[in-house]
């Protein structure tokens, strides 16, 4: 299993707004700092291709964290369907890029 969301529905009014102006590299820095912070790891040991559980040994609450930040952040759900194809951190952003309007 891979990510775990958090809520569906959550998210925040505007978020997509202000994701339009976010590039790629912000998300995944976003994300890095969140994993760093949350597993206690050097950010510049995370890259797209990192694998959570395999790679971050992430366990469920770790990932659930990641995905409540993603959808608070950028407004953005995600499905247990979504959630469970969701294994890398390049993955991640590339849930939030599709999903909010951001640029791929």
Do not use: N, W
């Amino acid at each position: 299993m891979a990510l775990v969301p958090a809520r569906a529905g959550a998210g925040c009014v505007g978020a997509a707004d202000a994701m339009s102006t976010r590039s790629r590299e912000q998300v995944l820095a976003l994300i890095k700092a969140h994993l760093a912070d949350e597993l206690d790891l050097e950010p510049d040991v995370i890259r797209e291709g990192t694998r959570f559980r395999e790679d971050l040994e992430a366990d469920s609450l770790d990932l659930y964290t990641l995905v409540q930040e993603l959808e608070d952040t950028y407004g953005v759900s995600m499905s247990d369907e979504q959630a469970a194809k969701i294994l890398t951190v390049g993955q991640a952003v590339d849930f939030v890029m599709s999903h909010d309007g951001g640029v791929l």
